[in-house]
């Protein structure tokens, strides 16, 4: 799924988990009971001569006012240096639209970029003595976020955008794992499909180490034994190598049947480590996607 695609749907999926992990005194005021999300806006940027839709845009009640409001979801992954002023232009074309029916309008930015800077929120207009204009919305940072704040959180969007947080080269391996063990414990509550989407997400910011990946899910299966076979489930790498080898090596024969000799030699050479690191056939078997008589025909 494009980065784009799968970190609004992470939105749309998670907006509750979202404001709750990012924006706890505003989460207070709201009623998620009576939330839906509007079709996206194409708003006219008339100074730039730009039409430009609104990422996401959902209508939900806030206590406080005892009224429906608007919140604005804004990602943005680039630099922009009037990103400001843009946020200001969609702001006023809300307001211009919106204004009879809704008392509030918020603004939120989220910053996805992996440079750590700090992002301008503040537009101002003034003259001496009088201010004229000053508008502020909402923003994340997510390289600012201390992974750290997180591990032992059971929100969901603090597991897919965990490799997104800051942390240094170092701390890299420790922050995979922490996923991956944050993920066991969402799938004691959460469907497959919400799941997948926190799987797809967090694909997105992690690079995938073969032999790093092995001795974590080693690990974790020391420290949950009674996982075992879900952790074997949560990693789809693990369904790709032996592909992805026994590819390799086809092409490098020239020939169809190459391929096929090749994808099927490097499926088995996978299969064989898993069992002789102490994976049960039945686990094997689900993570491979291949009959249980055949694993047990390599032991």
């Keep these: 799924m494009p980065h784009d695609e799968a ?15 990012f924006f706890p005194e505003l989460d207070a005021m709201l ?5 839906r999300f509007l079709m996206q806006e194409l708003l006219v940027d008339i100074v730039g001569e730009e039409a430009r839709e609104l990422d996401l845009l959902l209508e939900t009640r806030y206590k406080g006012l005892d009224g429906y409001i608007l919140i604005h979801l804004e990602p943005q992954s680039y630099r922009d240096t009037v990103f400001h002023e843009r946020m200001f232009i969609y702001f006023s074309r809300l307001f211009e639209r ?3 029916d809704h008392k509030l309008i ?11 800077r700090e992002e301008q929120d503040t537009l101002e207009m003034s003259i001496p003595e009088h201010s004229i204009l000053r508008f502020q919305f909402l923003k994340v940072e997510l390289r600012k976020q201390n992974w750290r704040r997180f591990i032992d959180s059971d929100n969901a969007v603090a597991a897919a955008l965990l490799a997104k947080m800051g942390y240094t080269t170092r701390e890299a391996r420790e922050v995979r794992r922490e996923f991956l063990r ?3 414990k969402l799938r004691t509550r959460l469907d497959q499909g919400r799941l997948a989407l926190i799987m797809s997400v967090a694909d997105l910011y992690f690079k995938p180490d073969r032999t790093q990946d092995e001795e974590i899910l080693r690990e974790l299966i020391d420290h949950y034994p009674e996982e075992g076979e879900v952790i074997m489930e949560l990693m789809p790498a693990w369904k790709r190598w032996g592909y992805e080898e026994g590819k390799a090596e086809g ?7 190459g391929k096929a000799e090749g994808k ?3 499926q088995a050479e996978l299969i064989r480590k898993l069992l002789l690191n102490g994976f049960s056939p039945e686990a094997v078997s689900k993570a491979v996607e291949l009959p249980l008589d055949k694993i047990k025909k390599l032991m």
């Excluded at 009623?31 to 939330?35: A, I, K, P, R």
């Design 106 to 116: 918020i603004p939120i930015a989220i910053f996805t970029s992996d440079e750590v």
């Design 264 to 266: 099927a030699e490097g």
């Design 31 to 35: 009623d998620y009971s009576e939330t």
């Design 98 to 100: 919106y204004r009879k």
């Design 182 to 184: 944050m993920f066991i």
């Design 251 to 257: 092409i490098e024969e020239g020939k169809a049947e």
């Design 7 to 21: 970190f609004k749907k992470l939105l749309e999926t998670f907006f509750q988990e979202f404001i709750e992990l």
